[in-house]
């Protein structure tokens, strides 16, 4: 997370409502990735191991927009 006018990095504590950011994403290693192919790691890294049931994980490649 990045102030988008100074490029400097956000903490957590500092994410508050209505506070512009931009998000940077990279690809994964490509042994994580690897190991991301059986259950039990997927289920170690999984957005549910930290709190969100909701949201399933997809390569960020899936997620950029051409």
């Known amino acids: 997370m990045l102030d ?8 957590t504590s500092g994410v508050k409502p209505g506070i512009d950011m931009a998000i940077v ?6 042994r994580l990735r690897a190991c991301l ?3 039990v790691a997927q289920e170690a890294f999984s ?4 709190g969100f049931s ?12 051409n």
């Open 25 to 30: 994403g990279v690809p994964a290693h490509k």
């Open 37 to 39: 192919k059986n259950k």
């Open 54 to 65: 909701e949201i399933q994980y997809r390569p960020i490649e899936e997620l950029i927009e």
């Open 47 to 50: 957005p549910a191991r930290f």
């Open 4 to 11: 988008p006018i100074t490029g400097k990095g956000i903490m």
